[in-house]
C-alpha cells in the first residue's frame, strides 16, 4: 500500500480535534490526529499503548501526572491505561502508531 498526502492542513480545524484512521492491522494502527491552536485532549487513561510523533507544531503533552513540551521530530510513548493528554501550542499534527483495539 502506498499513501499520497496524509498529513494535509484540510484535516486542521479550530472547532474539533480530527483522529484519521491510516492502516488497522491485527499487529498495530496507525493513525493522524490533527489539533489546532490550543485545542486540547483532556488527560485521561485509554486501554492501549500508544507512540506518538510529532510531525508538525508543537504541544505540551501530559503522562501520568509529569508534562512535556514536544515540538516537531519529538515522540512520546504511553503505556496501557497510562493516563496521557494533549494540549496544542499551535496546529499540531501527530502520527500515532496504537496496540490494535
Known sequence: MVWE????????SEE???KKDIL????????TV?????QEILPHPEPYAVFFLV?????IF???????SLKKGSGIYYE??????????????LLGVQDPH
Request: hydrophobic content about 30%; glycine content about 10%; aromatic content about 6%.
Open 5 to 12: 498526502n496524509i498529513i494535509s492542513d484540510r484535516n486542521l
Open 16 to 18: 474539533n480535534i480530527i
Open 24 to 31: 488497522k492491522t491485527g499487529n498495530f494502527n496507525i493513525v
Open 34 to 38: 490533527y489539533l489546532g491552536n490550543n
Open 55 to 59: 510531525l508538525q507544531g508543537s504541544g
Open 62 to 68: 501530559t503522562k501520568e501526572s509529569k508534562t512535556f
Open 80 to 93: 496501557k491505561n497510562e493516563v496521557r493528554g494533549i494540549k496544542s501550542n499551535d496546529k499540531l499534527v
